[in-house]
């Protein structure tokens, strides 16, 4: 269930830091959307500046760090940006380029689902648009639907973060909000009401675009706020998902949706007392590998890792494996 009086201390706590760190991005070099990333290097961008007590202000239940941190041992060296936390004691063991803008690919839609579950009703009906399964770029990840199909919108949820459909993302934000766009809205509202200022969203599923990007540090604001939602942490732990709808015409349908997450799925390990929780997937061209991940431990602490911008998935979760050798010992 959502812990609403934690939820409103920290957003109280939040906004005056949330406006200062606004207008330090504004007056900056290297701060506006244009300027955000390197042509050589896509995905990397420039490192948001904010004053310590400003930090401390922002980050009551937070683990922050305004710089890099290597408290433990870890190879991250192809990761453009990463970090590991300890959520509960709110420690920042690891910390890489955390504030520089990054594209988010499919990570954003734990932004996506993190706005159904707060304005949604997970019951209700939603029926694919045209304009929901039409895209202009080939091998895009679907759930395959199909124009009229008709699903809840809590079936929706699966195949956006288990299959991390980009049908379902478009589907869930006009069911929600009317539109993609009026969706894409709420998304930036919420990241800014989390204090997540450096991130930019401009469609729901998170499908290239150079004014869509975020920051390793903002995506662990939005799973942190997002985990507030039990439902949220049972979808991203299956394995698969079986779906029975109605196609246009009122025929049956049945769908399995596979993760494609190799830690939910057991294809990589984790060490023996560690447990693989779930987390969010995301890949483009131009974000690379990306991975936000869940652990915890033998005594049952828990941590999120993020990493960013790796260039085979092979090698995002042989650096992340590289975290969790730092657990147990």
């Not at 959520?87 to 499919?106: F, Q």
């Not at 648009?129 to 679907?142: D, I, L, P, Q």
Request: glycine residues 6%; negative net charge.
């Amino acid at each position: 269930m959502r812990c609403i009086s934690k939820s409103f201390r920290r957003r109280c706590a939040l906004l005056t830091a949330c406006l200062l760190l606004a207008l330090s991005a504004a007056g900056c070099s290297g701060g506006a959307p244009e300027d955000a990333f390197f042509a050589d290097r896509p995905g990397l961008g420039v490192q948001a500046e904010a004053d310590d007590a400003d930090f401390s202000y922002f980050a009551e239940d937070l683990c922050v760090a305004d710089e890099d941190v290597e408290e433990i041992e870890a190879d991250t060296s192809e990761a453009l940006a990463a970090c590991f936390f300890n959520l509960d004691s709110k420690e920042v063991l690891y910390a890489k380029n955390i504030h520089e803008r990054m594209y988010p690919a499919s990570t954003t839609k734990i932004m996506t689902a993190l706005v159904a579950l707060k304005h949604g009703d997970m019951d209700a009906q939603a029926t694919v648009s045209r304009e929901a399964v039409t895209f202009t770029e080939s091998g895009v990840s679907t759930a395959k639907l199909k124009e009229g199909d008709v699903l809840t919108v809590r079936q929706l949820l699966y195949a956006l973060l288990v299959a991390s459909a980009n049908d379902a993302a478009n589907v869930i934000a006009e069911q929600v909000a009317g539109s993609q766009e009026a969706f894409v809205q709420m998304m930036n509202e919420e990241a800014a009401s989390i204090g997540a200022t450096n991130t930019h969203f401009v469609n729901p599923n998170g499908l290239h675009d150079e004014d869509h990007y975020t920051t390793a540090y903002d995506l662990y604001l939005m799973f942190q706020e997002a985990m507030e939602y039990d439902e949220f942490l049972q979808i991203l732990q299956a394995k698969e998902y079986e779906a029975s709808y109605l196609a246009s015409d009122g025929t049956p349908v049945t769908a399995v949706w596979s993760t494609t997450n190799q830690f939910t799925k057991g294809d990589v390990t984790v060490p023996e007392g560690v447990s693989a929780l779930g987390g969010k997937t995301g890949t483009t061209t131009a974000a690379m590998s990306c991975l936000v991940q869940l652990f915890s431990d033998a005594q049952g602490e828990r941590y999120v890792a993020i990493i960013l911008g790796c260039r085979e998935r092979a090698i995002l979760y042989a650096e992340m494996q590289s975290f969790l050798s730092n657990l147990n010992n």
